[in-house]
């Protein structure tokens, strides 16, 4: 059941982190250590991993729980990043990074909204047999 409300969550809380990984090449937070991208490619395999186990509930809320995790892991070294940037406090220099990780987080709260929804309704209709 690929068209429900939550597979579009899910999918652009995936799409927030393709763009995190395409535009933050130019974030160097602990030196040679590709911390952004490593954790750009696992949001995106625990993201798709979600989307496709849409049979069981249970999971597919876990997943996206520790993709939450994770995006808020991401906005603390990416905040942690902007405050050792040297230069103004203007926002479009320093770049719009931090911004997607949270859009994640809202979509993927949203998601787990929807998945519980579904959850209850499943319950709901094994009553009633």
């Known amino acids: 059941m690929l068209q429900r409300i939550q597979t ?8 927030a982190a393709v763009f995190l ?8 937070v ?3 250590i590709p911390v952004l991208d490593s954790a750009c490619i696992v949001l995106v395999l ?7 186990s849409f049979k069981n509930r249970k999971r597919q809320i876990l997943l996206n729980t520790i993709s ?4 808020a892991l991401l906005i603390g070294v990416l905040a942690y990043w902007l405050l050792n940037l040297s230069g ?13 990780p949270l859009i994640a ?8 909204t929807y998945i519980r929804k579904d959850e209850r309704l499943v319950k709901s209709v094994d009553r009633l047999r």
């Open 21 to 28: 990984f395409i535009t933050g090449e130019d974030v160097d």
């Open 88 to 100: 103004g406090i203007q926002f479009p220099e320093k770049g719009i990074e931090p911004l997607f």
């Open 46 to 52: 625990v993201g798709l991993l979600s989307v496709f």
């Open 68 to 71: 939450i995790i994770i995006n």
């Open 105 to 112: 987080i809202i979509c993927l709260f949203i998601a787990n």
């Open 8 to 15: 579009i969550w899910i999918f652009l809380a995936v799409l």
């Open 30 to 32: 602990f030196g040679n």
